[in-house]
C-alpha cells in the first residue's frame, strides 16, 4: 500500500490568494495523510510509515509556523481596523491559532516516534493516540480553514489596494527565502 496516493497542487501560483490557498490545500493533504496513516496502520509496510511520518512532523513543525507568522505577521496588522466583521474574524483566527498549537505539538511528536521507530505504527497504544490527536484536530482545522477562506482571504481582495497586497506577498516569499524552508522549498512542501 502507498501512503502518497496523492499531492496536493504544487503549482506556483502568482496571486496572493492563491498562494494563501495553496498552504491550506498543504494543511489539508497532510492532515490527510497522518488520517491514511493510522487508518492503515497495520497494512502499511515500515518503510512506508516512516517515510509518511517523517513528512507529516516536518511539514507541520517547519512549514506551518511560516503560514501562521504571514497570517499574523503580515496579514493581521495590514487588514486590522477596515471592518468590524473582519475585526471580530482576526480575533477568531488568533484565538484558533493559539487552540491548534497543542495538538499540532502531539501531532508533531508522535510522528516523529513513528518515524523513528516505524514498528510504533502497528502498536494500538500509538494508534490510539494517533487517532485521537486527529478526532480532537479535524474540527479546528474544519473551522479554522472555514474562517480564513470565508471572510479573511476575500476581505484582503475586497479592503486591501494592489500595493498592500504585494506587500503581503513580498513578505510571504521573503519568509520563505532562508532557513528551514529552503529545504521544505525544493521538496515542494513549503506553505
Ligand atoms: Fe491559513
Ligand atoms: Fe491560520
Known amino acids: 500500500m502507498r501512503l502518497r496516493i496523492s499531492k496536493p497542487d504544487h503549482s506556483t501560483r502568482a496571486d496572493l ?13 497532510f492532515n490527510g495523510q497522518a488520517s491514511r496513516l493510522w487508518m492503515h496502520a497495520e497494512d502499511l509496510p515500515v518503510a512506508e510509515a516512516a517515510e509518511a511520518a517523517s513528512g507529516i512532523a516536518r511539514y507541520f513543525a517547519e512549514a506551518l509556523p511560516l503560514h501562521e507568522a504571514d ?30 498549537h497543542d495538538p499540532v505539538s502531539r501531532l508533531i511528536s508522535q510522528c516523529r516516534e513513528i518515524s523513528a521507530d516505524p514498528s510504533r505504527v502497528a ?13 480532537v484536530l479535524a474540527p479546528l482545522w474544519e473551522r479554522h480553514l472555514e474562517l480564513e477562506e470565508g471572510v479573511i482571504f476575500p476581505a484582503l481582495e475586497a479592503f486591501l489596494v494592489p500595493h498592500e497586497r504585494e506587500a503581503i506577498h513580498r513578505e510571504i516569499r521573503l519568509r520563505r527565502s532562508h532557513g528551514p524552508a529552503d529545504e521544505l522549498r525544493t521538496q515542494g512542501d513549503r506553505t
Do not use: Y
Open 123 to 135: 502498536d494500538e497504544a500509538a494508534t490510539a493516540d494517533l487517532s485521537e490527536t486527529l478526532k
Open 71 to 100: 497570517e499574523e505577521e503580515s496579514i493581521r496588522p495590514l487588514l486590522a481596523g477596515r471592518s468590524a466583521m473582519v475585526d471580530t474574524a482576526l480575533s477568531e483566527m488568533n484565538r484558533q491559532h493559539g487552540a491548534l
Open 17 to 29: 490568494a492563491s498562494a494563501l490557498l495553496d498552504c491550506h490545500a498543504k494543511i489539508r493533504f
